[in-house]
């Protein structure tokens, strides 16, 4: 299934995604899920039944929300692809970098990314965010991924100055509307196996990080096991597993996202997320 939270006629709703339709699976079971993540703590059930009948939106009426808005907490993996930790330059390490997202610095699918009006330093990175449906405390490699709910594509944007204030990530990667989250979650089952698929990141057409899965430092299930050590994980918590070589401030001159750019994450088999860049209104 693929699975969105979406804006219809101003009314936020959630569902499934099929082809170029959306079916508003939670006009339906709004008494038994509030939202998404309800639904996602449910193991879905009785989703794929309510679609059968739901009402049908062309998906060109939708306006994309973050694919789970209200997350408890959003986990974001630094340096986990080689590329990346040598063109900063950083130290090998033996466990996950971890810095944490706020949910309300997400957007959705087709929003703007929003460069603030304190910075002109706004980076792209592309990453696949992994949904965690069921929850968990000191979970082990072996279990992790049956504790995946799916996947979406993620835009960590960041404003690189912020970051850079001290060795803390927090304060550059939580101004509003940076974070790109969609346009749907993807259950397992559908997308498969996830070593050999492909992300791309491009900017304006161009091609600026290209990587597989497989060439993470720590795969999936170690950072689900490492997450889960030092906080209970809970579902509808999202997972940003990192970013490959590429991003915009390591390269000579560095290449900032600027209003009127356009950036798209695309992972094979889960879909592509664009987003326009725009100003902070000042």
Not at 86 to 115: C, D, M, W
Not at 262 to 279: A, C
Request: hydrophobic share 40%; aromatic share 8%.
């Amino acid at each position: 299934m693929r699975l969105s939270t979406v804006k219809i006629a101003g009314r936020t709703t959630w569902g499934i995604v099929k082809g170029d339709t959306f079916r508003d699976v939670g006009a339906d079971l709004a008494a038994r899920y509030g939202d998404l993540k309800a639904a996602i703590a449910a193991n879905f059930a009785g989703v794929a039944e309510a679609a059968a009948s739901a009402a049908a939106t062309p998906i060109t009426d939708l306006e994309w929300l973050p694919v789970v808005p209200n997350p408890d907490k959003i986990l974001c993996v630094g340096l986990n692809y080689e590329t990346h930790r040598k063109e900063t330059g950083r130290s090998e390490v033996e466990n996950p970098t971890i810095f944490a997202r706020y949910a309300n610095s997400q957007t959705g699918h087709l929003a703007p990314i929003i460069r603030p009006k304190v910075s002109t330093h706004l980076d792209y990175e592309g990453e696949l965010a992994v949904i965690i449906g069921k929850p968990g405390r000191y979970i082990s490699r072996d279990e992790a991924m049956r504790h995946v709910a799916g996947y979406a594509c993620y835009n960590d944007g960041s404003i690189r100055d912020f970051q850079y204030h001290t060795h803390q990530f927090t304060p550059g990667k939580n101004f509003p509307d940076t974070g790109a989250f969609g346009p749907w979650m993807m259950t397992p089952d559908e997308l498969g196996p996830l070593a050999n698929l492909r992300l791309q990141t491009r900017l304006n057409g161009q091609v600026v990080q290209d990587a597989t899965f497989d060439q993470m430092i720590f795969d999936i299930a170690r950072q689900i096991e490492y997450c889960s050590t030092f906080t209970r994980l809970e579902a509808g918590d999202v997972i940003v597993s990192g970013t490959p070589g590429g991003v915009g401030a390591k390269r000579t001159p560095p290449l900032w996202m600027k209003p009127g750019d356009v950036v798209e994450v695309e992972i094979d088999r889960l879909g592509i997320l664009r987003n326009p860049i725009k100003d902070e209104v000042r």
